[in-house]
Each structure stands twice: as C-alpha cells, then as structure tokens.
C-alpha cells in the first residue's frame, strides 16, 4: 500500500459529490445564492430536469468583476470573515463553498453586473478555473448557466437518477422556496416551457393558489402566529375536505429554512388524528421560528436535516397547534347564527304553520328551505367568544388570518336531506353534516365525560337475557364495566342476567345485543394486559352505546333538534369523524360547485 496526496482538483471533485450530488442541489445553492443577493426575482430554466443544462438568472445584487473573478474559489464568501458571526447570521450561504463545488464538476458560465456600473462581466470556467472572460452588456443582477454536471465525474453521472426522479426533487425544492419567499416573483421553465410563473403575493394562501392543485388552496385554513414554549408557529393546512395518499404535500421551514424532518411530518399528522383516516395525509406549509441556540440546521452540508435541542415540545407544539386549528375551523362552519332574507322568512312561517297540510310529495319537503327561528341564533356571545379562541395572539396575527376571520359568515340551516344528513348554506358553499355519525360522536364524547356519572333509570320490570353458561362465566368479572356506562347488570341465574337499569337516554334501545357484542369483543381482545383491555372494551361498549342511542339515519328531526345537534357538535371533541372512523360532516365549496357546473373553470 502506498498513500499519496490527491491532486487538489481530484479532492475537490471528490468533496463537490457530497455537496451537489444531485441537479436539486445545485440548484438550491444558487437559489440560496440569488435571495442572499436580495433578489425579487428568479428565474429558473431547466433542461432534462438540470441534467444537462440548469440556467438560473436573478436581479439581485450583481457582483463587481474582482469579485466575480474569486467566487468560484474555495472559501471564498461575503457573508462571514470569522467563525463568531455564524451564531448571528441571516443569510443562507457561508460556507464559500457552493460555487467552488459546483464548477469543479460543471461547465459553468456566469455573467453579472452589479447597480453601480454600465457593464457586466462574463466568464467560462472549466475544471474549476476561468478559460473565458469577457465584458459585456447586460441588466443588474447574475445569470449562472451549468451545463453537463457531473461531465468530468462518470462515477457520479452514472447515479443520477431517471429524469422523473431528479425533476421531481427539483419540483419540490422550487415550490419549498417560493412558499417561503412570497414576496419573490418565481420562474419555473423546463424544456423551453413555463411550468411555474408566481408573481409576488401578499399572502400564503395565494402562493398556494400559484403552486398546487386548486383543491389544497381551496380546503385550506390559516393559522396566525402563535407562540408557545418559545416556539412560534404559522401555517396554512388543508381542512377535512382534503387528503391524499402522501406526504408530499407537507412543507416545514425552520427559521426560514426548509427542512425534511419526519418528525415533524408525524407530529402534525398526529392533530389530524380522528380528522383523516390513517393512511391518508393532509398538505401543509408549516412554519417554526426559535431562538437559533435551540436548532442546528447545519448538522449536514446540504443544510436539510434539523436537529432540535427539545424535539418532544418542538413536535407537541406542532400537533396542539393543528388540532386547535382543525376545531376552530369546525366551529366556524358550523356555526349558524342567521341573517333573515325576506322570503326566506315567508317560507318559514308557511312551515310553522301547524295545519298547513303535508305537502304531496315528500322529497319537496326533505329539501325546502327552512330557516332557524331567530329565538335560538347564537349571535352576539358565541361570536366574541370564538373570537378570542381562535386569535389568541390577534396582535401577532397576520393579515391573510385576519381576513379570513372577518368573512367568515353565519350560516343558514337549510333543513334535513333524506331525513339523513343537516344541510347548512354557508357564504362559501354548503356544509352537509350526517346526523347519525354527527350524533354518535357526540354522545360518545358525553360518555367519556361522563364516566361512572351517567344519569340512570331504574326499571319498573328488569329485562332478563339468556346466555350460555360459558358466556356467563366470561362476562362475569366485568360487569362493573357496564355499570360504569351506567347500566346496571346483575346475573340471577347461571344463564340469565338482568338488566335493572339503563342511561335515561336509552330509553327502549335493546340491550340485549351490546351484552352480545360485549361477549365477542371480550373473546376477541386477546391482549393480557388489563389496563388496555379495560380501555378497548370501554371504548367499544361507549362507542356501541352511542350507536344505539343516537339519532337514526331517516329520522325526521325538528328545527329544535338539528339546532341542538348542531351546537353540541360544536362544542365536542374529535367532532371529524364518528367513533367507527365515518366522517361526521363534508363541505361542498361554492368554488367546486361552479366548476362542477362549468360557470367557472
Ligand atoms: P456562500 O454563499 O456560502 O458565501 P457561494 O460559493 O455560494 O458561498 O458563493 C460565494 C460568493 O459569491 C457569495 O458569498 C456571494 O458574495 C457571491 N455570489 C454567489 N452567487 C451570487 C449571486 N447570485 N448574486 C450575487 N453574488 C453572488
Ligand atoms: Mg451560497
């Protein structure tokens, strides 16, 4: 064995392939590079997903032709002159590494001109020094054209990916920087055609908008700023009405920066719980500011992983902060304070009317317009009150939340759908809410309140049930489970129990069948550890319970009882999706409606 020195160029080749092992990396160097120029806008043009030609132009800063001359060298940077600033520093870059790195293993062209001067400079760089240079004319800012990356490195040419795959990464990073940076007009062109084209925007919501699918900007809320353990955070998220199969529509940025963390991705996953079903992800751009001491964003040289000092409170932040957010969403929907339109109150009081007969055909009556009687609108108190729930920080409150808050309208109780589900016309679309699965999850709730303090009737003439003897012996030792739900259990013979008294709302519900059910789950829950058994058999025999209890699909309610129905759900927790998992409620915007319909495309 014998060891020698590397050239210097073979050792920068070398250390280049872990900087920019891939064209997104490249890129987002010189992304980096143009905002740290205080650029208002980029323009990106990509050909064969960067592979072959990755030309980036901004209007930044520019760069005089000393400077231009030396950027490429090794440790060569403007952002630091001693290792004590990096506690302080605001830009992105300060390495003095990335276009050393680059140009060691590209074809790289840069041309710039800096305000104060009429001409730029362009030079050609090679193996990583100038084989070109030139003056020439041109507008205030840089453009860098790398061609052939990875030329000069087979080895490492040979590992890039399909183009799918590099463009797919490209994708992701563009849309990451330009919802970071709104005030920044993005351009994206691959092959020669525009794929993105974002101009400046006040808001996150509008960039969204600009980025993605209209269904995420449309089913999207925002959350202002909002500080906890000295953590801030701001975001926008997509509402029940949206999921999708991956995570690829959740974007963190950490002081600014973006990061990759699945962590984070499952701390916010986690507020969705009981909102989406598993398996299913929201998209959302989530932003984390904290004191620079608590966070090394610069664990890696491509800067994209995150380490905190408390990841558990970071996290718990995250998930508290979607949940609350998910909830008061709920709440505004649902509510249903009502302005009056003139005929609206003419239809209704042909309704009130106590002798006005059936009408003949029952689906006109399933769907005609009702209205709440203006005795049980909730206006003044509840408005203030969420008011002050859902801005805890209004101060901080940015304005797109603001916004959002002051159009958010009262809505109107239509009335019942097939007997089935509540319809509430909102300013922005209708609001359909399943009375059954709405009804379920709120007595369910009521029932974990409630523990072992269920208002109970005893009855006149217990109601016996018959089991088998083996039932009986397994059913036995956990009769205080129902009694703790507030029905009263007694065995009196070997096979038979007798049921003496049930929650006052049960009132005729069989019970015969949850005591069935009860002596599966109890067959069927193998685990040995009481605690969890206890738990998995009390939430089953709530769930059940609720089940049977709640208002049936088909049931024809009352003004009186949807306005309740409506307003314990508000008030509820998990009040997404049923105790099975069944959404409880859907939003059907006006924006889908119109396009459904073709009056908007
Ligand atoms: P770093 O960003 O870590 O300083 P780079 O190698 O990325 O190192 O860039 C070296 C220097 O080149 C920067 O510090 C900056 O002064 C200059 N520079 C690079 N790109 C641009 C640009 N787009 N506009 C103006 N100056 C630039
Ligand atoms: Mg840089």
Known sequence: MKIITLALQEAQKIAAGEVVERPANSI???????LDAGATKITLSLFEAGKKQIIITDNGSGMAPEDAQICFKRHTTSKIKTIDQLETITTFGFRGEALASICSVAKVTLTTKPQNSDQGIELTLE????IHEKIVGCQTGTTIIIDDL??????RKKFLKSSTTEWNHILNLFKAFALDNSSVHFILKHNESVVYNCPPVGTMKERVRQLFDPKIAENSITFAPTETNGITLSGTLTTQNYARYDRGGLFFFVNSRWVKNYQLANALTKGYLNVLPSGRYPAAIISLTLDPTSVDINVHPKKEEVQ???????ESAITAAVKTTLE???SRQLKRTVAFAPQQQEQQEEFRHPFIPMPPFENFQEIAPKVVPEEISLQEPVEQNQTEQIMPHQKTATEEAQKQQAVEQPGILIGQYRN???LLEKQDGLFLIDQHAAHERILYEQFSKRFNDVPIIELLFPHTVEINQHDMSLLEPHLHLFKEQGIVVEPISTDRLAIKATPVFFKNEPIDDIIQKMISW???TNTINSEDFYKTITERLRAQMACKAAIKAGDRLSNEAMEQLLADLETINNRFTCPHGRPTSWFLSLNELERKFKRKL
């Open 28 to 34: 987002k160097e010189l992304l980096e590079n143009s």
């Open 127 to 130: 193996n990583g020094t100038i």
């Open 150 to 155: 990875f030329y000069n490195v087979p080895a």
């Open 308 to 314: 905190f000092l408390k990841p558990r409170t970071v």
């Open 328 to 330: 008061q969403h709920l």
């Open 420 to 422: 089935t589900y509540l």
């Open 522 to 524: 109890i067959k069927e």
